[in-house]
């Protein structure tokens, strides 16, 4: 009699070795929490920009997977929102803000959030489960190219001497060589040096940390071979051998506002401060992270999974399952992610999905992760659709998860599911099922007649109401 697969199984300590093909039924089931984890901060995400919480949240922590109407949502709690700066002239092009002279911030949006399992349900299961989560964007897809691909040194998230045995919020005030600050020696200017640095794409660096973070990789002089301090060379050879990630990835991680009460931490600070904070609150329990994201959010999650790994939380299986995620780093990169044997990251991929082909392996990336290929063409229930946007929205990849069998066998569901989650946020269900495309709105787009006759666009509870966290 086969035996179900452990958490840790499921989480990948061995890959997922056996577990893809077929899929299994208890993975599956993660996999789809994951995903409808994802879609909250889709369904929740105030994208109007007539209201001055443009940006936000709609719901606040303690009913907000409530008000998503997450299946389960009384086994999670919401332990922390995590938010995002588009200082940089790039990434306003991603973020959403108020036309209000009233709006809540100029230049931060909520990015996620940091949610655990309950008392009651982790005292059933034995372990404390920690989920981090990223919002993709809702903007249309043309934010991919704004962002730009030039590959970044990923030096910054390399940890100093100081991180290396102890948690994510460790000293921070030495690099490796003695210099303070976080990235060490900056005399160094030239092309070949610049060359040499490990490098992650621009675009999701900014908004994932801020200036004054620790770096995401441990210094040279701490690196196995291939990363050993020698700054010499220049070949195209030893370039390779350098981690790198996307710039863009880096900025939106990176980023903080000390103008904003919401980014005076970048959204990597925020991430680590809250991880550390979790990890003594449930100190004497068994412990996992998963981080999840689609799209932009996916990228995010695989960086920030890596980061929390690298510096620090080595003894709790830490990992990834992704949807539809654009590609993060080289394959030093990925390399550097493989020497963890508690860091696992899965990527959920439509075969027939262009965006996680960006930016490309023709500009030194590679993809990062355990694949697990699906085919929204296999569904009967899903149109023959050109948009690329359908092949790339999140619920049509969940409704192909639940009844994927493998490209081989026919498609059938192997769980309840509603087909109508499909044109929840698109229209690519056939139309014989008679639901409304794009369906998931607020009642009257929020807009109340108040008590003087007058239509106004309702401001949030107080409980809804945006609050600064850290």
Not at 49 to 78: D, H
Not at 345 to 367: E, F, Q, R, T
Not at 437 to 454: A, F, Q
Request: hydrophobic share 35%; aromatic share 10%.
């Amino acid at each position: 009699m086969e035996t179900e697969p452990t958490w840790h199984e499921l989480l990948g300590s061995n890959n997922w070795e056996g577990l893809l093909e077929p899929l299994n039924l208890n993975l599956r089931q993660l996999i789809l929490r994951c995903g409808d984890f994802c879609q909250a901060t889709y369904d929740a995400f105030n994208n109007d920009q007539n209201s001055k919480y443009c940006g936000t949240s709609r719901y606040g922590k303690n009913t907000f997977f409530q008000k998503v109407m997450l299946e389960s949502a009384s086994n999670y709690k919401i332990s922390g929102f995590l938010y995002a700066t588009a200082r940089i002239g790039a990434l306003k092009a991603i973020f959403l803000h108020s036309l209000s002279r009233e709006a809540w911030d100029r230049e931060s949006n909520w990015i996620g959030y940091i949610a655990v399992t309950t008392d009651e349900v982790s005292q059933e299961l034995g372990r404390r489960e920690i989920y981090v989560v990223f919002r993709g964007t809702t903007r249309n897809y043309e934010w991919i190219n704004v962002l730009g691909a030039r590959p970044e040194s990923a030096d910054s998230l390399l940890r100093p001497k100081s991180l290396q045995k102890i948690g994510v919020n460790g000293d921070n005030s030495k690099s490796s060589n003695g210099d303070d600050g976080v990235n060490g020696d900056n005399s160094k200017s030239s092309k070949d040096d610049d060359e040499n640095e490990p490098k992650v794409e621009d675009g999701w660096f900014k908004i994932f940390a801020s200036s004054l973070c620790k770096p995401l990789l441990r210094p040279k002089s701490q690196q196995k071979s291939g990363v050993n301090g020698d700054n010499s060379k220049s070949s195209s050879d030893d370039d390779e051998n350098e981690p790198k990630v996307m710039d863009g990835w880096l900025k939106i991680y990176l980023s903080s506002n000390p103008n904003s009460p919401f980014m005076k931490l970048s959204a990597r600070e925020q991430l680590q401060a809250k991880i550390e904070e979790l990890r003594q609150q449930y100190k004497d329990e068994n412990l996992s992270i998963t981080f999840t994201g689609h799209s932009l959010g996916a990228s995010l999650a695989t960086l920030a999974a890596f980061d929390v790994v690298e510096n620090g939380v080595t003894d709790i299986p830490v990992s990834a399952i992704v949807f539809g995620s654009p590609q993060v780093g080289n394959k030093a990169f990925n390399e550097k992610v493989k020497e963890y044997s508690n860091l696992k990251i899965l990527h959920v991929k439509n075969k027939i999905d262009l965006i996680p082909l960006y930016p490309s392996a023709l500009l030194g990336y590679a993809d990062t992760g355990t694949e697990l290929i699906i085919d929204s063409r296999k569904s009967p229930s899903l149109k023959d659709s050109r948009d690329t946007g359908d092949w790339h929205n999140l619920q049509g990849m969940l409704h192909v998860v639940a009844g994927w069998n493998g490209e081989d066998k026919e498609f059938e569901l192997q769980l309840k599911r509603s087909v109508a989650l499909v044109n929840k946020s698109s229209s690519f269900l056939k139309d014989e099922y008679l639901i409304p495309g794009s369906w998931w709105v607020e009642k009257n787009r929020s807009m109340v007649l108040d008590e003087n006759g007058e239509w106004i666009l309702a401001p949030p509870s107080d409980e809804d109401l945006p609050v600064p966290e850290y």
